[in-house]
T-cell receptor, first 114, second 111 residues
Framework: DAGVTQSPTHLIKTRGQQVTLRCSPK?????VSWYQQALGQGPQFIFQYYEEEERQRGNFPDRFSGHQFPNYSSELNVNALLLGDSALYLC?????????????FGPGTRLTVL | GDSVTQMEGPVTLSEEAFLTINCTYT??????LFWYVQYPGEGLQLLLK?????DKGSNKGFEATYRKETTSFHLEKGSVQVSDSAVYFCALEDSWGKLQFGAGTQVVVTP
């Protein structure tokens, strides 16, 4: 049973560029959440997708956007990159309302903005 | 809003020592509580969880009890190993499935 997978593993961009990160949820999971983890800090919630719609959003600017596909995989897009966007981006998947209603995390994508 | 406060690290211990990491929370309603562990260069792994007051979560020798009266979810392990060296995050989940994390506590176990 494949767990949560994310791509790419690492990414280096320059200020002002745009980036797309990808996530495939754990088999059977239909809900995907994205988190940003700055160095030495706890993860911060960006947004959550369910049934291809953004269901909840954290305190992040509109430069952060996402998408969920019919197969439940998801993308995180960040426009006009800033140095402060450098972080580990974590994807988590879950199946709310079920006995195993727990978020499982992928290995993350390390984004460096120069 | 919801928040999680956990003790600052690093916590340095000798192998076979007793580990406690304090975690307290503020929340409206009755959140589920979690401990996640992060090894160097990796994502988060679920360590244990509790979904209601007085529940005890346990896994790999770690335990934590959901204490509503003290709004706490302290993590304990009776005898740590070098392989337990990692960063530990306490978190609560609101009714919408949003996780709110503490800042993390680094644990270093020396032989």
């Amino acid at each position: 049973d494949a767990g949560v997978t994310q791509s790419p593993t690492h990414l280096i961009k320059t200020r002002g560029q745009q980036v797309t990160l990808r996530c495939s949820p754990k088999s059977g999971h239909d809900t995907v959440s994205w988190y940003q983890q700055a160095l030495g800090q706890g993860p911060q919630f960006i947004f959550q997708y369910y049934e291809e719609e953004e269901r909840q959003r954290g305190n992040f600017p509109d430069r952060f956007s996402g998408h969920q596909f019919p197969n439940y995989s998801s993308e995180l897009n960040v426009n006009a990159l800033l140095l402060g966007d450098s972080a580990l981006y974590l994807c988590a998947s879950s199946l709310p309302g079920q006995e195993e209603d727990t978020q499982y995390f992928g290995p993350g994508t390390r984004l460096t903005v120069l | 809003g919801d928040s999680v406060t956990q003790m600052e690290g690093p916590v340095t211990l000798s192998e076979e020592a007793f580990l406690t990491i304090n975690c307290t929370y503020t929340a409206t309603g009755y959140p589920s509580l979690f401990w996640y562990v992060q090894y160097p260069g990796e994502g988060l792994q679920l360590l244990l969880k509790a979904t209601k007051a007085d529940d005890k979560g346990s896994n790999k020798g770690f335990e934590a009890t959901y204490r509503k009266e003290t709004t706490s979810f302290h993590l304990e392990k009776g005898s740590v190993q070098v392989s337990d060296s990692a960063v530990y995050f306490c978190a609560l989940e609101d009714s919408w499935g949003k996780l709110q994390f503490g800042a993390g506590t680094q644990v270093v176990v020396t032989p």
